[in-house]
């Protein structure tokens, strides 16, 4: 069976200096320095110790931010493994999991890891998610990304609570990476929706892809169930120094706020100058575009900014084939980039 799996391939982390690196969705901007100091003091003081294996201090102050219990909110050491956890937990039932064709590769690899079915639902013009068209005669549950990856294209609250209407006795998993970025979180739709699991991550609107740290928020039953894992595999899967770093950085909502509306603000005007020099630009509500230039191959275009020094990503997927999808980094950042392009568009 491990022979068979084709692991998830993450962006490139070259060890090269001098890079323009858009290729990873990270943060372009630190982390708050409460973070640090946070981080800073909790290595002075008791690393001989075990961590919290239930990071209270962290999911009660997530739960009041979120107006939820603190039982309702689920710790793990990156989104990724608790998107792990989740597949694992709610998924294995035999029949397919439903999800769009375009969306976060490692859905695919976690349901090739534990033999769960998927049935692939095409995107619809646009490269945007039809929620009526996930569905299926059998399912396990659905799972998508909202905004949506690569394309950065996100669904309204609405259009998430269709979806959770039609599949009333399936769990919903929302997948919210990039929802601080101009996203409408579901997290509001928890009390009411006992199938909904909404995921995020601090690793792109908190700066901190570094520290390792994601989060599930959900009725006690789906949030059991995460836990019965989370303990049957590593009870102790976040240390002190990222339960710290993060703790502060759920605490300093005003730096939060001010690194995220930078990103935005970056993000628009990056779109109007690429739409400037030709690019098809899909609309975003990350931190990240999803562009094409009709008169440029896109792999080639991706080569010629590598040897550039600028990184941006490719897939090779044949629906998106002919985009990039390009971080949103700082102002110089982006002047860089675009530097780049005009010289290579001519």
Do not use: W
């Not at 909502?253 to 935005?264: E, K, L, N, P």
């Amino acid at each position: 069976m491990v022979a068979g799996l084709v692991p998830y391939v993450p962006g490139e982390q070259p060890k090269l200096v001098k890079l323009t690196k858009l290729n990873t969705n990270e943060n372009p901007y630190p982390p708050s320095p409460q973070v640090v100091a946070a981080i800073q003091t909790a290595a002075e003081q008791g690393l001989q110790l075990y961590p919290d294996p239930e990071s209270v201090a962290l999911r009660t102050e997530i739960a009041r931010q979120y107006g939820l219990q603190m039982d309702q909110v689920f710790i793990g050491n990156s989104s990724d493994e608790v998107l792990a956890h989740a597949f694992f937990a709610l998924f294995q039932q035999g029949a397919p999991l439903v999800m769009p064709d375009v969306t976060y590769s490692f859905y695919q690899v976690y349901c090739g890891l534990y033999g769960i079915p998927m049935h692939i639902v095409p995107l619809a013009e646009g490269l945007r998610v039809d929620v009526e068209m996930l569905t299926a005669p059998e399912l396990a549950g659905v799972v998508i990304a909202n905004p949506n990856a690569p394309t950065g294209i996100g669904l309204p609250l609405a259009q998430i609570e269709r979806l959770l209407q039609i599949h009333p006795q399936h769990a919903v998993l929302v997948d919210e990476a990039y929802v601080d970025f101009g996203g409408e979180s579901a997290v509001g739709l928890i009390a009411r929706y006992p199938n909904l699991l909404v995921t995020q991550t601090l690793s792109k609107s908190r700066s901190l892809a570094g520290l390792r740290v994601g989060l599930a928020c959900g009725q006690r039953p789906l949030i059991e169930a995460l836990e019965r894992v989370k303990n049957s595999f590593n009870s102790y899967p976040l240390g002190r120094l990222a339960q710290a770093g993060a703790l502060a950085a759920f605490e300093d909502q005003a730096y939060f706020a001010q690194t995220c509306a930078a990103v935005v603000h970056s993000r628009e005007g990056l779109v109007l100058q690429l739409e400037d020099m030709g690019f098809e630009v899909l609309p975003s509500q990350a931190n990240f575009v999803f562009a094409r230039q009709p008169q440029f191959d896109a792999a080639e275009l991706a080569a010629q900014l590598r040897a550039r020094a600028v990184l941006v990503r490719h897939f090779k997927q044949a629906r998106i084939a002919q985009y990039l999808r390009i971080s949103v980094g700082t102002p110089a950042q982006c002047d860089t980039l675009l530097e780049a392009l005009a010289a290579i568009l001519g």
